[in-house]
């Protein structure tokens, strides 16, 4: 069993900023071999959407087009962590934001079924 759970969401004006924890622990969390993480949101009524991907040594990451130059995703793998940095926030970025973990080959990270592990999402909520 691996769990992740996120934590940092709120409430923010536009302009400002938030910064996402994930948190990566299990029973069998030291038995599997995470390979790669990404943010996923889903604002009221839309699908769930990609919003970035990061690889097993942190030198690959992957952003959706309307997060790039704001967003950062990053990982200490040391303490099992995963981070999502979101800046200059607009009301367009609310939504339920979830931490998702993968194994394998990372052939399509902005594909949700490449992700086999979820959180239970931590909602960010962006003012006008």
């Known amino acids: 069993q691996v769990l992740l759970v996120e934590s940092g969401g709120g409430l923010v004006q536009g302009g400002g900023s938030l910064r996402l924890s994930c948190a990566a622990s299990?029973?069998?969390?030291?038995?599997?071999?995470?390979?790669?993480y990404a943010w996923f949101r889903q604002a009221p009524g839309k699908e769930r959407e990609f919003v970035a991907g990061?690889?097993?040594?942190?030198?690959?990451?992957y952003y959706k087009d309307s997060v790039k130059g704001r967003f950062s995703i990053s990982r200490e793998d040391a303490q099992n962590m995963v981070y999502l940095q979101m800046n200059s926030l607009n009301p367009e970025d609310t939504a339920v934001y979830y931490c998702?973990?993968?194994?394998?080959?990372?052939?399509?990270?902005?594909?949700?079924?490449?992700?086999?592990?979820w959180g239970q999402g931590t909602q960010v909520t962006v003012s006008s």
């Open positions: 990061i690889s097993r040594t942190g030198e690959a990451t």
């Open positions: 998702g973990a993968g194994l394998g080959v990372w052939y399509a990270p902005r594909a949700e079924h490449q992700y086999v592990y």
């Open positions: 299990g029973r069998t969390f030291n038995n599997v071999n995470i390979a790669f």
